[in-house]
Every structure is written in structure tokens, then in C-alpha cells.
């Protein structure tokens, strides 16, 4: 449709509904929340209504916060007096999230003062806003211009001709705005918002339609065919969603009944596990004679098992004592020889120290002997003699430390002697 058709069609509409519809009264001054809040009670929702339901809110709970954590369950019982309280509960509680998790607060009237631009574009990034919510913070809590068109509206226009199936999926009717003036906005709103909550009410209202007829003449019936259409296509979709459903039984079914064959083939591998088992011969059991018999035979077995490694202990044992003995006797006759040699030695060096003492004496007293007649005769000669005795001395002196030695051997001797003894008395253990 052309611009020009377009607005000619707003204008018309414009007059009809302030031929048939009265001008309600102007909303009460709100903080910018309550505007948005409003806005998601107020949609597809009579007026008077979403007043109510405001109120209860208001009435209710603490503040908005708590409003904000609250289920949905919970609001959809407070807000019950609505057309489609669980969409509205929704709405409420998705925009008072979005709003927290964008200013981290509930107070937003220094929006007003800013940019309209920015303010828009900061409330167009919540995921949860719908066209009718923001158009309504536009226009009433931010002063802009833009007229909220929710889905029972969009149907009139539909129906008149206004707007087109694309377009009304877009939730925008263009050249709207420049159609109807700023100041006449809010009206345009408040009128076409009467009309199109009758007809979602009642489809048969006879003051909608005949609304509907003073714009565009058939559109009465224009609107029973999008109603006949739009019960095929929830018919379409109930079908749809049956089968789906069916299919996903099916499925589920299918897959019971796989698993279960697969259960029942491992169970018949089992039976048939068990039953080669059960086939297999039986080992026949014997008597209880047969036990007896066996558990002596058993124990006979055992004893002589016991005395055969009892004989060969005892053989063990004579034979350690044996060579124990012939230990012992070599080491008697090895201490004995050692006794005799050194008595032997002893006697030898003490007999030959008599020797040598006595040969000394003799020497000694001979050399005294002639050393004295000199003396005797020239005593002028007397040194010499004194220097010649003292010799002697000094070996005699020396055969007395060679005798000394002997009796060191003797000591030697005799202390191996002990030793032996000693090693005789001590039993050495076996290796």
C-alpha cells in the first residue's frame, strides 16, 4: 500500500473511533518504572484491569525487588483477574530483571533528563522488551513519540487494511507516527486500545464491528476469515505437536522393545550356559567307608613322612658331633706339640746361659788374676788395669741380658699353652 492510501486509512480510522469510542481519562503521573511495569500489565489487557492489577502489586509486596524474585506462579495468582494472567506475570518479571541487570537499580527518572536517543537505545537492548511495552515508555514516560500497538491492536489494522501480514509480524505499522500528531498521540492509543481489547474479548462484539465496518467496509468479514484461519492454524499446530508426540512414544516404545530383546538374549545365552553345565557328567560321590579309608591311608602317609625326616635329623646330628670330636683332637695334639716345643727351646737356652755365665766367671777371674801381679810391681801402671777390669763388667752386663731373654720364651710358652686349654674347653659352632 502506498503512503498516501495508507494515511487516508489513519485518519479515517482516527474519526471513526472518536464517533465510536469515548476519550478515557488521562493516566496519573508515574515514575518511569511504574510506566514500564504498567505497560506489561496493560497489554492485550482491558485498562481498568491492568489498574487493578497494579494496585495489587502495589499492595502486595515490599517493594519491586521482591517483585523481581517472585515466581511466576506466585504473580500469575495475584494478577488472576487478567485476560492471560501467566503472560502477563512473565512480561512483568523479565522486564523488572532486564532493568536490574541494566542500571542495577529501580530508580529511573534520570533517564528523563538525558538523551532521548540513548535512553531508547538502552531500553531497545533488553531482550525481554516487546514493541507495545517500549512505545508505551516512549511516549509516556520519556515524552517521545511513538504510539504502543500490542497484538489485538495489529489485528485491526490488519483487518482494515492499514498494515500488512509481513508487516504486522513485525509488530510496525510505518508512517504511523507521521499520520497522527504528537499531541494527538496519546489519544490515538487510549481509543485504539478500546476497540481492539473488545474484539480479543469477544470476536462477535457488534460495537467493534461495526467500528470495523465505518473504516473499511468488509472488513467484518475479513476478520471472521483470519479467525476461521487462525483456528486451522492452532488446529495445525495441535496436530503438529500430537505428532510429534506420537513419534516420540514411538520412538521411546521402539527402544523399550530393542532393549528388551536384548535382555532376553542375554538371558537365553545364560539358560543355555547353564544348561551345557547341568549336561555335563556328575562326579559320582563316594561312600563314607571310602572317605574313612582314604583319610587313614592319608594319615599313614603323614606319619611315615614324619619318621622318615625324624632319622634324618638324628643322622644329622651324630654327624655334627663326629666332626666336633676330630676338631677337638687335633686341637689337644696341636697345643701339646706346642707345649713341648717350647719347653724344649726353654731348656736349651736356659742351659746354654749356664754355659756362657760360667765360661764368663772363668775368664773374668783369669784376667783379675794376671791384671794383679802387674799391679803389684809398678804402681805407676795402676789406670790401665782399672779401665781393663771395667770391660769385663760391661759384658758380663750383656750375658746377663741374653740369659734374661730365655725366660721371655718360657712366658711365650706357657701363655699358648693357656690358650690352648682354654680352646679346648670352648665348643666351636658348627659352619
Known sequence: MSATNRAKLITKLQTALKKHYDVAPATPSRPLLEHALYACLLEDCPAD??????????QDYFDWNEVRVTTVTELATVLSSLPDANKAAQRLKSILQGIFEEFYSFDLDHLKKENLGKAVAKFE????????????IIQHGLGGHSIPIDYSAMVVMLVTGIASQSEAADGRVPGLERAVPKSKGVEFAALMHQPAVDLLMDPKDKKARTFLESVAKGSSKELDEWLTSKEAAIKRVKARKKEEREAAKQEAE?????EAEAKSAVLVKRSAKKGSRA??????????????????????????????????????????????????SAKSSSSSTAKKSSKTSASKTASKSTETTKSAG?????????????????????????TKASAPKKSAKKKTTTAAKPTSAEATGSTAGKKATNRKLTKRKPR
Open 362 to 386: 772363668k775368664k773374668s777371674t783369669k784376667t783379675s788374676a794376671s791384671k794383679k801381679a802387674p799391679a803389684k810391681k809398678s804402681g805407676s801402671n795402676a789406670k790401665p788395669s782399672g
Open 279 to 328: 549336561t555335563k557328567p556328575a562326579v559320582p560321590q563316594k561312600s563314607a567307608a571310602e572317605q574313612a579309608a582314604e583319610s587313614q591311608a592319608r594319615l599313614a602317609a603323614e606319619a611315615k613322612k614324619a619318621e622318615a625326616k625324624a632319622a634324618a635329623g638324628s643322622k644329622s646330628a651324630k654327624k655334627k658331633a663326629t666332626t666336633d670330636k676330630s676338631a677337638g
Open 49 to 58: 484491569l491492568a489498574d487493578e492489577g497494579l494496585a495489587k502489586l502495589e
Open 125 to 136: 537492548g533488553m531482550s525481554s522488551m516487546t514493541p507495545f511495552v517500549l512505545s508505551y
Open 254 to 258: 521402539a527402544e523399550a522393545a530393542e
